[in-house]
């Protein structure tokens, strides 16, 4: 299926995210949520869904929840934003997981009934629909990294925190770049050639030697 969009451009990268002011539901209560009050005090992770109780987006939204701890850990926020009215978030976190719910949720569940942020943030097609979107702002309000998914393919959640944290560590050591497949000094998975790559022209090409000297090309 291909979707028209009511848009010319996304949000560019190293600009200010558009702000919003809705009402969200955390821990079954209602309240006002406005992005910018995260500013200068964490990051904020937007994960945009098409709405409640479709197939992929429950699997997304419980696996982000039950991974809650790793992003608490790098001083972000989520926020799960849908077209959804605040009641049907309220249903949503009612009902048991094995209902197809959302119980237990840890971050709050953004109304964007009349479609504002959807259309702000360039994810909503002609037909009505919200593309699934993530966008990561960091505490200065900027914007650091968006994707948008087919609305049938899930995203990963161990890609997320690895972007995530790529961004905080070379925004904390300014000069270097994550390579490919980079990986936090955390993470089981670490190497330590991930953490040399330098953006300056002379010392990238001192990392290329040293690590495809013993490579075939």
């Not at 009402?23 to 990051?43: A, E, M, Q, T």
Request: aromatic share 12%; glycine share 4%.
């Amino acid at each position: 299926m291909v979707y028209q969009f009511k848009m010319k451009t996304f949000p560019q990268i190293g600009k200010i995210a558009p702000n919003f002011v809705t009402v969200g539901v955390f821990k079954k209560r209602l309240g006002r949520i406005r992005l910018s009050d995260y500013r200068g005090k964490k990051y904020v992770m937007l994960i945009f869904y098409p709405a409640n109780f479709t197939p992929v987006s429950p699997t997304e939204l419980i696996a982000l929840s039950d991974n809650i701890s790793a992003f608490q850990k790098l001083s972000t926020q989520i926020l799960a934003v849908s077209i959804d009215s605040p009641f049907s978030h309220l249903q949503s976190l009612l009902l048991s997981r094995k209902e197809g719910g959302l119980a237990n949720l840890n971050y709050p569940l953004i109304s964007d009934l009349s479609q504002t942020i959807s259309r702000d943030y360039r994810l909503l097609t002609e037909e009505g629909l919200t593309l699934p979107g993530v966008f990561i702002i960091d505490k200065e309000g900027i914007i650091q990294y968006y994707t948008v998914n087919n609305l049938l393919c899930s995203r990963s959640i161990n890609e997320l925190i690895r972007i995530l944290e790529s961004i905080q560590y070379v925004k904390k050591n300014p000069g270097q770049a994550c390579p490919v497949n980079w990986q936090s000094s955390s993470s089981k998975n670490f190497q330590q050639y991930d953490q040399i790559l330098y953006s300056h022209p002379l010392r990238s090409k001192l990392y290329f030697r040293d690590l495809y000297s013993s490579k075939k090309n």
